[in-house]
């Protein structure tokens, strides 16, 4: 079962290069806006509301036309309250490999998903209690948090970056051990291992994506550049909600976190480099969500910050190759650690 366990995740590993591969692809394209694309762009709807219908060529007769007007039809197609709403993935331009790369992730995740359900009953906990099984994860929370808010936002413009971060981890957990070793009696706690890791890997996946919607605000600005990418009223709104739904979870996993550290070591809070990484990390996007909802730090400032807070995610979850302390991973080799 541990061998089926791997076979899977090479597949989704495969997987995900391919979906990675397309929508590098499918936004090529919609940024080349060929002719022989016969892009259509209809327009956007929000759930509950009338849909109109509309296309555009964006070849290079009228692309000029289509960013010239590109503002004033997504203003008049995304209101402000967009965030409250859902939008339609069809509202967004498409290619011909649209359906590829998302078919790709879908094959990625479903995959790897099977891969850690196996290794979760080899184990007899969540699979994540090493370097290699917290990588595996991260990579399929990312790739679930895509795959969730691009069935209610039209945003597989900047899906590869996502799946790109995602394919990242992939790669990285493909060079590490694999094996299966019990963990340190101070960390064999089941229950709180499953539970607060897997709280780690679903908010760490679900801010990457609010990472790449800030990446798509701050290459759009408020003008609205490019026809071929969300708006930037969708792009800020697939950021604000990512982290409303990333950050409670986030803050759980802390608390739990805590919890465990005052039974696992004597002490809720030691300060150790990965438990200030984390609380730095929480801090980034509360002052996210504060800043949003200021007249002067809304828009480009407010992106800016959720692209510092994941970077204050990836150094959470790699900084303790570096930096010694009661998270330390032992050598890569053995599954001692909590990520």
């Known amino acids: 079962m541990a061998q089926m ?12 290069a391919f979906a990675f591969v397309f929508h590098v692809a499918h936004t090529a394209m919609l940024a080349a806006g060929r002719r022989s694309l016969a892009v259509l762009v209809p327009a956007q709807r929000l759930a509950g509301a009338g ?44 290619t011909p490999v649209a359906g ?30 090493n370097m290699y099984e917290f990588a595996v994860a991260f ?27 995602a394919l990242f981890l992939a790669a990285y957990a493909a060079t590490l051990p694999a094996s299966i070793e019990p963990l340190v009696p101070a960390l064999d706690n089941a229950p709180l291992l499953t539970v607060h890791v897997a709280m780690a890997m679903i908010s760490y996946g679900i801010f990457a994506t609010s990472f790449a919607a800030a990446v798509g605000y701050l290459v759009q600005g408020t003008g609205d550049r490019y026809a071929w990418l969300p708006s930037h009223r969708v792009l800020d709104a697939v950021a604000y909600r990512a982290v409303i739904i990333g950050f409670p979870i986030f803050a759980t996993m802390i608390i739990l976190g805590s919890y465990w550290a005052s039974i696992a070591w004597g002490s809720y809070w030691s300060w150790d480099p990965k438990e200030t990484s984390a609380l730095v990390t929480w801090l980034i996007y509360a002052v996210y969500l504060h800043a949003r909802n200021q007249r002067g730090w809304a828009g480009r400032p407010a992106a800016l910050i959720l692209v510092i807070g994941f970077g204050a995610i990836l150094f959470t979850f790699f900084g303790n ?13 053995t599954p001692t650690t909590i990520p």
């Not at 590829?100 to 699979?127: C, N, Y």
């Open 51 to 94: 849909a109109g219908v509309g296309s555009v060529d964006l070849g290079a007769g009228t692309r000029r036309r289509a960013r010239a007007g590109g503002e004033a039809r997504r203003a008049a197609a995304v209101p402000a309250s967009v965030g409250s709403g859902e939008l339609d993935d069809a509202a967004m331009p498409t």
């Open 139 to 165: 990579s399929w929370g990312i790739t679930t948090g895509y795959l969730f808010l691009q069935r209610r936002y039209p945003i597989r413009a900047i899906g590869f970056l996502p799946t790109g971060v």
């Open 100 to 129: 590829l790369a998302l078919t790709g992730a879908w094959v990625a995740w479903a995959l790897i998903g099977l891969s850690m359900l196996l290794r979760a009953i080899v184990v007899g906990r969540g699979p994540w209690g």
């Open 5 to 16: 366990s791997l076979y899977l995740f090479t597949g989704g590993a495969l997987a995900l």
């Open 321 to 333: 190759l570096y930096f010694s302390g009661l998270h330390a991973y032992s050598g890569l080799n």
